[in-house]
């Protein structure tokens, strides 16, 4: 099961944990659903990181040719990811710092939202999402994960969690080629917690 960051109930401490989750995670390696997600394409184009934290995976999509538009609520995030950026590549990456809850997502061939998107405040999840799915281009995809009902952090109302039938709902209209459930213990940043998560890929047609 995942590893991701502090307890969202606790908003992860007041944010005391956001720069160690950052820096404990400076070598994982990137998301499946994102390698997933990245195999359909045969060229490189635009992507949107959403909630990027550690940035690896902004990282690894620069590495491959991408130009990518990283988002994070977090300064920290994108201070320690300024660092991390290789000079070369530098010119292809903009980094932003803005809360999901008032963000517009710009054209992208490929949204990737990492363990991130259920940290929207549920009131602003749908218009969120329907800004994710006009970003995307003809043929281009979402990938990240949703959140299940059973996930132990399902009791946090500042957070969004959905039934299966609402993810097959809000995938409606795309291409699903990967949706995998997985309900299980596993580790939090925090410590044990059960995990409940829908990790998605998904092209636009």
């Not at 401490?13 to 995670?25: E, V």
């Not at 940035?55 to 660092?83: C, F, K, M, S, Y």
């Not at 995307?136 to 996930?151: M, N």
């Not at 709902?169 to 410590?191: I, K, N, P, T, W």
């Amino acid at each position: 099961m995942p590893d991701i960051g502090a307890s969202a109930t606790e908003s992860r401490a007041a944010d005391r944990s956001w720069t160690g989750f950052y820096h404990a995670h400076q070598n994982r390696t990137p998301h499946q659903t994102l390698l997933r997600a990245l195999a359909g394409f045969r060229v490189p184009g635009t992507a949107v990181d959403l909630g990027y934290g550690s940035g690896n995976e902004t990282l690894h999509l620069l590495h491959g040719g991408w130009n990518v538009v990283a988002i994070d609520r977090q300064p920290e995030a994108a201070t320690l990811l300024e660092h991390r950026i290789p000079s070369h590549v530098r010119s292809a990456v903009e980094l932003r710092v803005e809360g999901f809850e008032d963000l517009i997502v710009p054209p992208a061939d490929l949204v990737f939202a990492g363990f991130s998107l259920p940290f929207c405040q549920p009131s602003r999840f749908e218009a969120l999402w329907i800004q994710i799915r006009d970003a995307l281009r003809p043929g281009g995809r979402f990938a990240g994960q949703l959140f299940g009902l059973e996930d132990d952090w399902s009791q946090n109302p500042k957070m969004t969690f959905h039934s299966r039938s609402h993810v097959e709902r809000l995938l409606d209209g795309l291409d699903v080629e990967s949706l995998e459930e997985v309900c299980g213990q596993g580790r939090s940043f925090d410590g044990p917690k059960r995990w409940h998560v829908f990790h998605v890929v998904a092209r636009k047609p």
